[in-house]
């Protein structure tokens, strides 16, 4: 426990992570595809839920370090509407003592054939033992741009005003930026790259690759100059369920491992 602070605070000054967020950085490159978005990927740019055809539902945990006081849980559904789609999030970090919390909805839609654009409010709170409570409402827009067969590109900002926490609160919620390009093969693979920037921090370059092979199979590799930190994961299609296992490798606080569920499976 005495241990605690300092990885809380290594962790935000290195890798730029909030507890509450742990899904969005396997779902950060497939934001910008159309073909390989799934009900999570509007917690990063608000314009994935917009084409949506049906309803869809993730769920998403990590032991973030072997710590249970930095575990995040993520639960998002998204379903169609005439025009776009629209979506519910629900995150949640930390452990008694220090924990973060996020309630969103988000609304998007297609301009044309080559534009998607959204938006997304959140209700963020913190909790901290001994402290009470603080929280905000916080809003997000995002652009999607169709730029051919399959290639794609994205733009997304969350709380460009850094609202306050509380209504008489001198520590405001992080500001973030990022811009993300996507190649894909129809329904085998996706290549992509995000540069984003969150806070005061310096610029983050997210790079890697999602695959499907057999039908059945599913993967997803890649690395993030935040930590820097390295991702894995590999998923079975069980009918119509997805069940991926995540691993997150830290050069100094080590392994996170997590387990990420899709309906229906893609």
Same mark, same amino acid.
């Given at each position: ?130 402290? %009470?409570? @603080? /929280?905000?409402? $916080? *809003?997000?827009?995002?652009?999607? &741009?169709?730029? =051919?067969? !399959? #290639? ?66 599913? %993967?997803? @590799? /890649?690395?993030? $100059? *935040?930590?820097?930190?390295?991702? &894995?994961?590999? =998923?079975? !299609? #069980? ?28």
């Amino acid at each position: 426990m005495l241990l605690l602070p300092f990885l809380l605070v290594l962790l935000r000054a290195a890798a730029q992570l909030h507890p509450a967020q742990g899904a969005s950085l396997y779902t950060r490159l497939s934001a910008s595809s159309p073909r390989f978005a799934d009900a999570s990927s509007f917690a990063v740019n608000p314009a994935a839920l917009a084409g949506r055809t049906q309803f869809s539902a993730a769920l998403y945990g990590e032991y973030r370090f072997g710590l249970e006081a930095l575990s995040a849980y993520q639960a998002s559904a998204a379903l169609p509407l005439a025009g776009g789609g629209a979506g519910a999030l629900l995150q949640f970090g930390g452990g008694p003592d220090y924990s973060e919390s996020t309630v969103g909805l988000a609304y998007a839609r297609q301009l044309g054939s080559l534009l998607d654009v959204g938006v997304q409010f959140r209700y963020a709170a913190v909790r901290a033992s001994g402290y %009470g409570a @603080a /929280g905000g409402l $916080t *809003a997000d827009a995002g652009l999607r &741009l169709h730029l =051919g067969e !399959r #290639l794609h590109a994205g733009a997304w900002v969350h709380n460009p005003a850094r609202v306050r926490l509380g209504k008489q609160g001198t520590e405001r919620l992080p500001s973030a930026f990022g811009l993300g390009l996507t190649w894909e093969r129809t329904g085998q693979w996706l290549m992509g790259a995000e540069l984003r920037q969150e806070g005061g921090g310096p610029p983050a370059l997210t790079a890697g690759l999602q695959f499907r092979v057999a039908g059945a199979l599913r %993967g997803r @590799a /890649g690395i993030t $100059t *935040a930590g820097p930190v390295a991702y &894995l994961g590999a =998923g079975l !299609r #069980l009918r119509h369920l997805l069940l991926e296992v995540t691993a997150t490798g830290h050069r100094y606080l080590g392994l996170t491992p997590g387990l990420l569920l899709l309906f229906p499976a893609q």
